[in-house]
């Protein structure tokens, strides 16, 4: 179990040192540290600066100040941890208690867990009556939103598993990130805990900056996060395509003149592809993604294949060892590049990985002109063009091998749904007609059309 602990600071130049210290202090479990600088005029950033190496892993600085929420999304994509906790740079809150929260998950009763500064046995300083009135408001109007019982909505310590994170695009810049974690998430299948917790409340002489705006602000939030339920578009798609064999038949019969001996598949999901990255009979198959839940469906679903192996990894994170020591001739990554915000980091990852002379086999979508709600729902950055992605690969090192258009019966029918009927998912309807037209799609191919709903790119690492 390793914690990653997020660390927002705004004009904090007394308190940080003391904060990160106490935070280290902590022990048991392996930590890291993620400092973001949220443009403090302060001296706050020379202090974080010099902090890195000295416990802080990471630090990241705004230009200005942007608010708790853009601190924390500015931090989530480095993560490495399982487990995520927000830290104030005040001296509110007291990292010991780090232990407090990880007990009901170590135990294997929550996925979540919040610490109340209510509901709590421990020190607490008694602080503003007009603010605690306010806070059981909010909490209350969360609750009956969410059908969740918490005592302490906003709380900065909220236990969030890390791969819970990564499905959730989070939108707010100020502390309205805490009601809008809380409706997200109460949407999902997660075990909710809480836990009692200390707290050392500052003064607003003493830098407490949450005051009535921003509680206002939260019933925004509230309003505008706390309708409908959480819906895993992304394992979804992956279900109803799953079913469409016909059309990934098709789609590594394009594709498999480049694959070589060992594969390594990014973005591997519930396994679609494993049955075609099979049929050269290669001599390992490594499949990975960064959700954990994906993994662990991989491993029940493909123990019994000898030569698949099975790794967590995220390719906007530092290259595994394990990879490095026995690098990949053949990179396949099909519809993951679009959904990683940093693009050209993951292809630089993926050039460290492979073997001197191997290959990268990438498939995205295609034509920035029909991003639409399925695009939005799927958590896509962007849509490609071929001379877009040829020049993202040659920038980080590959010899552009081939590039080509596939799918143009795809092109129309996500056109059709997408732009002109307003679809927000793919459904059984339209695999079924993509189902139909595939005799269509295999006599265009031949043809090598300027279009098509997808675009591949073959790039070679240089021997």
Known sequence: ??????????????????????????????????????????????????????????????????????AIRTALPHVTGDYVVFQDADLEYDPQDFHRLLA???????????????????ARRVMYFWHSVGNHALTTVSNAITNLNLSDVETCYKLIPAAALRQLTLEEERFGIEVELTAKLARMDLRFYEVGISYAGRTYAEGKKV??????????????????????????????????????????????????????????????????????????????DYRADYVDLLRQKFHASPGVECLQYDATLPVPEALLRHPPDTIVCLNVLEHIQDDRLALQHMFETLAPGGRLVLLVPAFQALYCE????????????????RALMAGVGFTIQESFHFNPVGFVGWWVAGKVLGARQINNR????????????????????????SVVCIGEKPA
């Open 430 to 453: 339209h695999v079924r007609t993509q189902e139909r037209l595939m005799p269509v799609m295999r006599a265009l191919e031949r043809l090598d059309l300027p279009f098509g709903l």
């Open 1 to 70: 179990m390793k914690l990653s602990v997020i660390i927002p600071a705004y004009n904090e130049v007394h308190t940080l040192p003391r904060v990160v210290e106490r935070v280290r202090a902590v022990t048991g479990f392996p930590l890291e540290i993620l400092l973001v600088d949220d443009g403090s005029t302060d001296g706050t950033a020379e202090v974080a600066r010099a902090l890195v190496g000295r416990g802080v892993d990471r630090v990241f600085f705004h230009p200005h100040n942007r608010g708790k929420g853009a």
């Open 104 to 122: 009901p998950v170590l135990t294997g009763a929550a996925d979540v867990v919040y610490g109340s500064r209510f509901q709590t046995g421990q």
């Open 211 to 288: 005051g009535l705006v921003d509680g206002l602000d939260a019933l925004r939030c509230l309003a505008r996060y706390g309708r409908g339920r959480y819906r895993d578009y992304g394992k979804q798609t992956l279900q109803v395509m799953e079913t469409l064999g016909v059309y990934a038949q098709q789609m590594h019969r394009r594709l498999s003149p480049w694959y070589g001996r060992r594969i390594l598949e990014i973005g591997s999901g519930i396994g679609n592809n494993v049955a075609f990255l099979q049929q050269g009979s290669p001599d390992s198959v490594i499949l990975t």
């Open 374 to 389: 399925i695009d939005r729902n799927l958590e896509h950055h962007r849509r490609y063009g071929e001379q877009q992605l």
